[in-house]
């Protein structure tokens, strides 16, 4: 049986917003309670589809069917669009901020969620909802202690973000190690 690779579909961020989010995790740690697992900001990107374990012969066919929907995609921005908690802040797991949702990156998903399919990947099965992660609460952390930080996530929110350029995109091998994932790229495809 081959090897199998964990992988997934992905927007890559701007390295200046990769920047000013860094710059805010800094400064959310020092007032975050502990058990709060933060996503390195160069490991900072948009999922578009987690796919799983892979064979080496899906990575191939899974580049095809990339191909075929940026066939049809043009270039188009994206912007940091408020904050939140998964599945809320009284009961925080996860906590991100969120990308504008528009009628390119919506139908950018949709092609790809179609494409897949016919690969036999099943579908997301809940609403597309563009964010980034920015930390993991483990369940040792009292959600009390974590509801002050939206708060600081709110404050994020507000202040004006840079649009970045979405241009690509990229199937991603992710590598989950103890010191934290390693994401390669395994193929790029430009958006025409």
């Known amino acids: 049986m081959a090897d199998k690779l964990r992988a997934f579909v992905a927007i890559e961020l701007d390295p200046e917003l990769k920047k000013l989010i860094n710059t805010f995790e800094a400064s959310a740690k020092i007032k975050a309670p502990s058990g709060l697992r933060w996503v390195k900001a160069d490991l900072l990107h948009l999922t578009l589809k987690f796919l799983g374990d892979i064979t080496p012969t899906q990575v191939e066919e899974l580049g095809k069917a990339l191909n075929r929907v940026v066939a049809n995609c043009k270039p188009f921005e994206l912007q940091i669009s408020g904050t939140g908690a998964f599945p809320n802040w009284r009961n925080a797991r996860t906590l991100w901020v ?21 690969l036999g990947f099943s579908p997301e099965g809940k609403p597309f909802s563009p964010h980034l992660t920015l930390c993991r609460v483990s369940d040792t952390v009292d959600p009390r202690m974590v509801q002050p930080m939206q708060k600081e996530f709110d404050g994020f929110s507000t202040i004006s973000l840079p649009t970045w350029k979405v241009q690509e995109v990229v199937l991603f091998k992710s590598q989950l190690q103890p010191g934290g994932p390693i994401y390669t790229p395994l193929s790029k495809h430009a958006l025409k």
């Open 98 to 118: 969120g990308i504008n949702r528009n009628d390119m990156l919506t139908g950018l998903f949709q092609q790809l969620e179609n494409e897949f399919a016919r």
